[in-house]
């Protein structure tokens, strides 16, 4: 399964952003879905899950209140919409299929995306 999170790119404090994960080569409603983050010299941290219909979410201290996921099953994609963006959100944003419903923990992930770029400029 190849997964290709998109959208990323250069941004100004205060800024936003939309990601895009689409994961067509799989039964979207089988799987939850959550989106990573690493930042340069840092350990990769969990910021948002959602569960496989969407009825749950997660949403980590650092982005809660600025971040909201989201999912179109029928058309095979999840979106993390990025508001509010400070030079503390730069990373590298990644995408990964839960095994075990809406989970941010790194050996739950059954499948991982590559990653897209998130450049917030001060």
């Known amino acids: 399964v190849q997964l290709q999170a998109s959208g990323g790119g250069l941004v100004q404090e205060g800024g936003s952003l939309r990601l895009s994960c689409p994961a067509s080569?799989?039964?979207?409603?089988?799987?939850?879905f959550a989106w990573f983050r690493q930042a340069l010299g840092k350990e990769r941290e969990g910021v948002s899950c959602?569960?496989?219909?969407?009825?749950?979410?997660y949403y980590s201290d650092s982005v809660k209140g600025r971040f909201t996921v989201s999912r179109d099953n029928a058309k095979s994609t999840v979106d993390l919409q990025m508001n509010s963006l400070k030079p503390g959100d730069t990373a590298i944003y990644y995408c990964?299929?839960?095994?075990?419903?809406?989970?941010?923990?790194?050996?739950?992930?059954?499948?991982w995306g590559k990653g897209t770029l998130v450049t917030v400029s001060s």
């Open positions: 990964a299929v839960s095994n075990y419903g809406c989970s941010v923990t790194e050996t739950d992930m059954k499948y």
């Open positions: 080569e799989l039964p979207m409603e089988n799987y939850a």
């Open positions: 959602i569960s496989r219909r969407g009825g749950t979410t």
